[in-house]
């Protein structure tokens, strides 16, 4: 008989009953559960509401559970439907009528809420772990190419001077928002709905504020209502996880081009790369193509929740079972993406010649001429249209602008001297772009530094 079979008169329908099981999924919450139910029993026990006794049988029983569950010594039933039943009737079964107690002062909607709430927050924990994993090897690979010249793009067209490190650094920034939203998202979902009940608490005399506190929870959730029914954090996760496969995403789809021979500006490392089974030239950037693909996996998995939620009225309805098997997933996705991307980042040969080849040609240093003029006196808007000319001149005779004569650039102004030469220079380009946040070697310095400081103090805290 099911545990909350008492008012009904018929077995469920084995398709029903199929149909409604959580335990394939929710079992991976055994730990949650079982370390919940352990401090509800202690709290109730503190409280006078089942004595002592009962208190000592059920934290022996949960813990031998617990025990058996992780040396695989337990088999979880369908019929009980999901986790939380299974835990609880197992108790009953080794410690009798002391285990039917626990569940006093508590539903299955705070029981559930809970459990998944305190999984969310161990999860974020691992993720931040890993991507300052990443954050670290980007920062090295940053410090070896301060110097390394590749051309900046815009529209997928070469733009500006800067340098590989800067290139880094710009996903460096990114991934270090991430980890802040996932920190956000921890504090704000650090509230203990156990206590809530069904939907509107309870009648027995019991302390919220000592359950939260003893399982690390900043304070009780301030409305039973609210507590059971919110799923914000989980869309607040999936969402920062959404976000963070974009980057991830992006960053593959570069890394994707600049291995190709049409930019050739990194080698993938052969562990981090795939053959063809029909064309031996072939090294293909598969682990950084997966990537980018299962990014659409996470985003499905929020929409896929969102749209759970949407219509749902208060409180608890059993819509929100479908609440697990999205985050489950995408938190499984993003935890094995983030290795593997770090791993292959770690390992990526770069290429300096090739860029530098590639920032040599497409007139990258066209602003810096334009600059040029605009600091010997001239209104930037005409300098602009003169080194316009420039360019469409250099254009028809295939040079480049630092390969045309002084002559041929004070056609255009008499402004021109022989100082041009090194101020259309990449690395003098490149180098004098100091402006806070630019690729000039002091200031790629300095977001290492910065970044290296962000890490430590998120690793420590």
């Known amino acids: 008989m099911k545990l909350w079979g008492g008012r009904f008169r018929k077995e469920t329908n084995s398709l029903a009953n199929d149909f409604q099981s959580s ?17 509800h029993a202690a709290m109730l026990a503190a409280q006078g509401i089942i004595s002592q006794e009962d208190a000592a049988a059920i934290h022996d029983g949960l813990v031998g559970i617990l025990t058996d569950i992780e040396d695989g010594k337990v088999q979880f039933s369908a019929d009980n439907e999901d986790i939380h039943m299974n835990v609880e009737a197992l108790l009953t079964a080794r ?50 190419h301060q110097n390394t010249v590749m051309p900046g793009y815009t529209h997928l067209q070469r733009a500006q001077p800067i340098s590989f490190a800067q290139h880094l650094l ?45 399982m690390d929870f900043d304070r009780p959730c301030g409305n039973s209502l609210d507590g059971v029914s919110d799923r914000d954090y989980a869309l607040e996760l999936l969402s920062d996880l959404s976000i963070l496969m974009m980057h991830l995403s992006r960053f593959s789809e570069e890394i994707i081009l600049w291995c190709s021979w049409e930019f050739k500006f990194v080698e993938l490392d052969d562990a981090y790369s795939t053959g063809s089974s029909i064309m031996p030239q072939k090294k293909n950037p598969d682990m950084a193509e ?68 590639a920032a040599g040609r497409g007139f990258i240093n066209a602003t810096d001429c334009a600059d040029y003029l605009a600091k010997k006196g001239l209104p930037f808007r005409d300098a602009y249209t003169a080194v316009g000319r420039l360019v469409a001149d250099c254009a028809a005779k295939g040079k480049t602008l630092e390969e045309l004569s002084l002559e041929e650039l004070r ?51």
């Open 23 to 39: 335990i394939q999924f929710d079992q991976r919450l055994y730990r949650e559960d079982i370390t919940g139910s352990i401090n």
């Open 95 to 144: 410690i009798g009528d002391a285990g039917k107690r626990l569940h006093t002062a508590r539903s299955r909607n705070d029981q559930v809420a809970l459990d998944f709430r305190m999984y969310v927050r161990d999860a974020v924990g691992e993720l931040i772990g890993q991507l300052l994993e990443l954050e670290q090897v980007l920062c090295r690979r940053a410090r070896e």
């Open 170 to 214: 710009a996903y460096g920034a990114m991934f270090r928002r991430d980890v802040t939203r996932l920190e956000d998202c921890r504090k704000r979902l650090n509230e203990c709905p156990l206590g809530c009940g069904a939907l509107a608490g309870t009648t027995y005399p019991i302390d919220r504020w000592k359950t939260a506190g003893e």
């Open 290 to 357: 997966l990537v980018r693909g299962k990014t659409g996996r996470v985003y499905g998995d929020l929409m896929g929740l969102l749209t759970v939620m949407k219509g749902l009225p208060l409180a608890y309805n059993k819509d929100m079972q479908e609440d697990k098997e999205p985050v489950f997933d995408a938190l499984d996705t993003v935890k094995i993406c983030l290795p593997v991307f770090t791993g292959m980042l770690d390992t990526m040969r770069v290429l300096p010649e090739n860029m530098r080849k």
């Open 411 to 461: 056609a255009v102004s008499d402004l021109f001297e022989e100082d041009v030469y090194e101020a259309l220079n990449l690395e003098t380009c490149m180098g004098q772009r100091k402006s806070y946040g630019g690729p000039a070697v002091e200031e790629t310095g300095r977001q290492i530094e910065e970044l290296t400081k962000f890490i430590e103090e998120y690793s420590h805290g």
